[in-house]
Structures are given as structure tokens and as C-alpha cells.
């Protein structure tokens, strides 16, 4: 069974830290790419950041470029979103999705181009 499972949400102040886990099963979690997407109350769903399938490219939103940091680990079938500097305007359910692409290729930041999503994560900062 196919699945991506988020973690590691919660309620944190301003300036705080939290580290999202994105486990995944059922597929070769080595031929996929994987991003990070949110959504806020109202707001249209955002490209957060992406990680390659070695890790080789990443990229980020410049809204959270400097404070967060993607990685994986292709033995755990973990992808982690370390998330520094928190500031309201983070606040929003945090999902995790993976894309089939080929070994060396950049990651993308569209989400139609996404083949599976997690459930989500609830992150809320506010003091």
C-alpha cells in the first residue's frame, strides 16, 4: 500500500523550530523526487522546497529560503524539512508529496507535477 506519512506539526512561537518527517512506503522511494507543499486557511496550496532523488538539487521558496533546510535519507525512505526561524505567516498544513523523475534531475515546485501526497501536518506559530 502506497503511502506518505507526515510528521513532527505542532504549535510553536515566532522564532521557534520544528522538523517535519515525510515517511514513505509501497513504492521505490529511490526513482522519486520529493517536495514539500502548504496550504494555508483561504490561501492557494505553495511549493515549500524540493529534494532530488541523491540529494543533488534542492530548491526552495524564497519565502522560507535561509531558514529552512530539506533532506533526505534514501535507506530510511525519509525525507526531513528542518524549519528555523518560524514565523506566523508559516502557519499552515504542511503536506509532503513525491514525483517520479529520473536520477539526476532538478526538482520542481509545481504541484501538478506531483504523483503522490501525504495527509498532512499541522504547523502553527503564533505566540
Known amino acids: 500500500q502506497l503511502q506518505l506519512v507526515e510528521s513532527g506539526g505542532g504549535l510553536v512561537q515566532p522564532g521557534g523550530s520544528l522538523r517535519l518527517s515525510c515517511a514513505a512506503s509501497?513504492?521505490?522511494?529511490?526513482?522519486?523526487?520529493i517536495g514539500w507543499f502548504r496550504q494555508a486557511p483561504g490561501k492557494d496550496r505553495e511549493g515549500v522546497s524540493c529534494?532530488?532523488?541523491?540529494?543533488?538539487?534542492?530548491f526552495y521558496a524564497d519565502s522560507v529560503k535561509g531558514r529552512f533546510t530539506v533532506s533526505r535519507d534514501n535507506a530510511k525512505n525519509t525525507v526531513w524539512l528542518q524549519m528555523n526561524s518560524l514565523k506566523p505567516e508559516d502557519t499552515a498544513v504542511y503536506y509532503c508529496?513525491?514525483?517520479?523523475?529520473?536520477?539526476?534531475?532538478?526538482?520542481?515546485?509545481?504541484?501538478?507535477?506531483?504523483?503522490?501526497w501525504g495527509q498532512g501536518t499541522q504547523v502553527t506559530v503564533s505566540s
Open positions: 509501497g513504492f521505490p522511494f529511490n526513482d522519486y523526487a
Open positions: 508529496a513525491a514525483r517520479k523523475t529520473g536520477l539526476f534531475r532538478r526538482c520542481v515546485l509545481q504541484g501538478t507535477e506531483y504523483d503522490y
Open positions: 529534494i532530488s532523488i541523491v540529494a543533488v538539487s534542492t
